[in-house]
């Protein structure tokens, strides 16, 4: 798939996502169970833990932002940035109903997974934002899309590995019946972030 405000390409990974790209705005949906996470405990990944994902490689240092919206019913419902490195190397940057309530929620997976929540989203989307420099990557969102509150700073291997990042949309569902998710006002910059706290 291409989207216009994108210099590369995107392809599909995971279940069905039925993802359809229309006056700007980017849809998919996630079916019942549908997610991408390892859990700390020590359970391993298994091929059901998969979810829609529409990925593509960029070069070079870059920031990938959307605005986001989620049908969120469900506990873990959300409309996700996604960052893919490896099979047990990747990101998530979430709009998440987590449990009750919609927040920015992030993993880092690293063989296992994380996850955290950074701040509770009051009304119906939030602007997500994906950043690679040199092999450092960050996530940032905001409830305008002009100041951006830090989330999490991170490395997924070497800089080599970080190169070849893929990076894109997902949706997931771990506990619901499915989850549609919109992103929309996508805008892509072929730079990275110097200062990650002074809300640019």
């Known amino acids: 798939m291409l989207l216009p405000e994108l210099p590369f ?23 019942a169970g549908q997610d991408r996470f ?6 391993a990944l298994a091929p059901a833990s998969d979810a829609p994902r529409l990925l593509g490689a960029p070069e070079g240092d870059f920031q990938l932002i ?19 490195v490896g099979e047990r190397e990747w990101a998530k940057l979430c709009l998440e109903l987590s449990p009750d309530r919609p927040y920015v929620c992030t993993v880092v997976t690293r063989g296992y997974s994380d996850d955290a929540n950074a701040f509770e989203v009051r009304g119906e989307y ?40 893929l990076v894109g949309f997902m949706a997931q569902s771990p506990k619901g019946e499915g989850c549609g998710v919109r992103f929309e006002q996508v805008r892509f910059r072929e730079y990275g972030l110097g200062a990650l706290r002074d809300g640019s």
């Open 9 to 31: 390409p995107l392809r599909e990974f995971g279940p069905d996502g039925g993802w359809s790209y229309e006056n700007g705005v980017l849809t998919g949906r996630a079916g």
């Open 38 to 43: 390892v859990p700390p405990g020590g359970a």
């Open 66 to 84: 959307a605005r986001v919206r989620a049908e969120l019913r469900a506990p873990g419902d959300a409309g996700v940035l996604y960052l893919h």
């Open 126 to 165: 939030v602007w997500l934002r994906i950043a690679r420099t040199g092999k450092v990557f960050a996530f940032h969102a905001s409830v305008d899309g002009v100041r951006w509150t830090f989330v999490r700073v991170f490395t997924l291997g070497e800089e080599r590995a970080a190169r070849a990042a």
